[in-house]
T-cell receptor
Framework: DSGVTQTPKHLITATGQRVTLRCSPR?????VYWYQQSLDQGLQFLIQ???????AKGNILERFSAQQFPDLHSELNLSSLELGDSALYFC??????????????FGPGTRLTVL | GQQVMQIPQYQHVQEGEDFTTYCNSS?????IQWYKQRPGGHPVFLIQ?????EVKKQKRLTFQFGEAKKNSSLHITATQTTDVGTYFC?????????FGKGTLLTVNP
């Protein structure tokens, strides 16, 4: 158990819908990262938040957005869902996220299926 | 943008054989991390390499960071069935960690 929690575990929805994935970082970690993992694309970095502010952006679509709240939990919002958005979404957290030698601890993931 | 290539994509070995996965970055890295993901699980941090030419060992696992800090390797000696999973390298440049696509290792008992 990494100490990072993600809800829900599974999500099944239809194309065009909007969903919200939730992540609670390890106690004391200030950074939250979101990743998308699909069979053909591997682990794709989406976005990082540090202490409530966006820190780095990866391959995140405009239909996707995220935020980190004052209690440091984070939400990833996916809208206008397409079949290709079906994937495993991981959240990870780290102590600082200020570069350097931060280790990321991954949550169990949310499996999103878009029908 | 930064790219991290990892080979091979798949590797099947007999238990007791050695295994190596290689990672190459298009840019010089500040450090590189290795993760293991068991089937159905999430990536778990194994190790981080920071210095040019660094070599670290964890029991049967040996990790190397190239002199130019653009490539790395993970070698497993005498594989066991518990080694099954996908091994990812992740190269850090600035604040961003870029993952390779991973090497899926299967071990035949």
């Amino acid at each position: 158990d990494s100490g990072v929690t993600q809800t829900p575990k599974h999500l099944i929805t239809a194309t065009g819908q909007r969903v919200t994935l939730r992540c609670s970082p390890r106690s004391g970690d200030l950074s939250v990262y979101w990743y998308q993992q699909s069979l053909d694309q591997g682990l794709q970095f989406l976005i990082q938040y540090y202490n409530g502010e966006e820190r780095a952006k990866g391959n995140i679509l405009e239909r996707f957005s995220a935020q980190q709240f004052p209690d440091l939990h984070s939400e990833l919002n996916l809208s206008s869902l397409e079949l290709g958005d079906s994937a495993l979404y991981f959240c990870a957290s780290s102590v600082s996220g200020q570069g350097g030698t931060d280790t990321q601890y991954f949550g169990p993931g949310t499996r999103l299926t878009v029908l | 943008g930064q790219q991290v290539m990892q080979i091979p994509q798949y590797q099947h070995v007999q238990e007791g054989e050695d295994f190596t996965t290689y990672c190459n970055s298009s840019t010089t890295l500040s450090n590189i991390q290795w993760y293991k993901q068991r089937p159905g699980g999430h990536p778990v941090f194994l190790i981080q390499l920071v210095k040019s030419g660094e070599v670290k060992k964890q029991k049967r696992l040996t990790f190397q960071f190239g002199e130019a800090k653009k490539n790395s390797s993970l070698h497993i000696t005498a594989t066991q069935t518990t080694d099954v999973g996908t091994y990812f390298c992740a190269g850090r440049s600035n604040y961003k960690l870029t993952f390779g696509k991973g090497t899926l290792l299967t071990v035949n008992p």
